[in-house]
């Protein structure tokens, strides 16, 4: 009977758990034993799996985070690391992986797979930035979190005719920031693709008030290089000649805890069944994704290491929309 492996790593996002869910019951289903590793790239290397049985994923679909814990793993990206993983899969008598994860658990994913490992790519990550799914599991779940905070700052800002900046996650990437700009309605959108001084922003702030708008909200992306504590900084030493000054949220992993929402949850399922379904039938070195409605395959050779461009019909709109 074939083994089939799944772990999670790199930064938890909501539907990791939906995703597990649906892999080992989809593999038992199938009359596959399936098993968890335990802290992502790092259990897999120390040997730390344990048995799943279809009981075993129940009552965690809505759950946030992982229940298999994960982790960032340096040492997998090592030729040491890498023979280590798979000797402890030989070992256990395992033949394939599923790896559900963003860029660095995709890009350990590849390397192993060249290395003759039966592997798929399940993607999974709050950024949005993953080569081969628009979006990624935990994106929207992420977007929504941003969206309620944007929604009860402009409550405030409008109560005291203030500018409220919000700093949202996404390490080096805007896709988070942006579609929280547009979806909240943001006056002003930062990110790091575009590099955007302060007074820009404090132009188009200004341009707000201009129009007849008592309050104006900026989001941030923490990778910008003018990220929350520089954009704050810089308002606060030209205060007086600016005329306002910023009030700072910082969301950061606020954005990946709470359960997922029914989008996350949809999209882990499909992608957790689609993943099985690969290696059952002998197709592996793919992620799995899902492109213009449908699942999709795309060569992990094409996504390791590639990142994927903001949609520029996107930032069109946050600039029109901000009027």
């Known amino acids: 009977m074939k083994r089939i492996a799944v772990l999670t790593s790199g930064g938890d996002a909501a539907g990791m758990n939906a995703a597990i869910r649906a892999i080992v019951r989809s593999g038992a289903s199938q009359g596959l034993e399936m098993f968890g590793v335990k802290g992502g790239y790092s ?162 702030i200004r341009a707000a008030y201009d129009r007849g708008k008592s309050h104006a909200i900026v989001v941030v992306a923490e990778g910008a290089k003018y990220n929350a504590e520089g954009l704050a900084g810089h308002f606060r030493e030209h205060s007086q000649r600016l005329g306002f000054e910023l009030r700072v949220t910082k969301l950061g992993h606020i954005q990946r805890g709470g359960n997922p929402g029914v989008f996350d949850r949809l999209l882990a399922t499909e992608l957790g069944v689609a993943s099985v379904e690969y290696l059952s039938t002998g197709r592996a070195g793919v992620l799995l994704g899902r492109l213009n409605g449908a699942v999709t395959a795309t060569p992990l050779a094409q996504v390791a290491h590639a990142r994927k461009p903001l949609p520029a019909h996107q930032l069109t709109l946050a600039s029109m929309l901000a009027q």
Do not use: W
């Open 43 to 204: 259990g897999l290397i120390a040997g730390d799996f344990v048995r799943l049985g279809v009981r075993d994923v129940g009552g965690i679909i809505g759950r946030g985070g992982t229940v298999l814990g994960t982790t960032r793993c340096e040492q997998i990206k090592s030729e040491a690391g890498q023979i280590s993983a798979l000797r402890q899969l030989r070992e256990h008598d395992i033949s394939c992986l599923v790896a559900i994860g963003g860029n660095g658990t995709q890009a350990a994913a590849y390397e192993l797979f060249e290395r003759g490992l039966c592997v798929v790519g399940v993607a999974s990550t709050i950024d949005n930035d993953l080569v081969g799914s628009d979006p990624t599991i935990g994106a929207t779940t992420a977007v929504d979190v941003a969206l309620e905070a944007i929604d009860r700052l402009r409550i405030t800002a409008a109560s005291h005719n203030r500018v409220f900046l919000m700093e949202v996650m996404g390490r080096d990437s805007g896709h988070l920031a942006l579609a929280s700009a547009i979806a909240g309605g943001a006056e002003s959108v930062v990110i790091p693709e575009m590099e955007t001084h302060p007074e820009v922003v404090a132009r188009e």
